[in-house]
Nanobody, 123 residues
């Protein structure tokens, strides 16, 4: 069993930055991927970024490429999402996920989820 706890959300002006953290407890297998997803009101949950737990390979949605950076600290069992140049359309609840997905962009491939953290970007 894996438990995930996100933190770091908040209110920021457009152009600002935030760093989200996802602290994991339990056994993270070497074949796991850690992902960040977001869900805005009335919209489906969408992929933001993912990282492989062992090799550190990273994946990004086109909408955040060049602005967001995902990283991990295996010694702390923590994954980070550094978000720069934030836009109002980045406003959403951000979720951390863990699992062994066949494809990293689909939420259904992840077995474990955090409770989410709200990110609000004002214009």
């Amino acid at each position: 069993q894996v438990q995930l706890v996100e933190s770091g959300g908040g209110l920021v002006q457009a152009g600002g930055s935030l760093r989200l953290s996802c602290a994991a407890s339990g056994r993270i297998g070497s074949n796991y991927h850690m992902g960040w997803f977001r869900q805005a009101p009335g919209k489906e949950r969408e992929f933001v970024a993912a990282i492989s737990w062992s090799g550190g390979y990273t994946y990004y949605a086109d909408s955040v490429k060049g602005r967001f950076t995902i990283s991990r600290d295996n010694t702390k069992n923590t994954v980070y999402l550094q978000m720069n140049s934030l836009k109002p359309e980045d406003t959403a609840v951000y979720y951390c996920a863990a699992g062994v997905p066949i494809t990293v962009v689909l939420p259904s491939g992840y077995s474990y989820w955090g409770q989410g953290t709200q990110v609000t970007v004002s214009s």
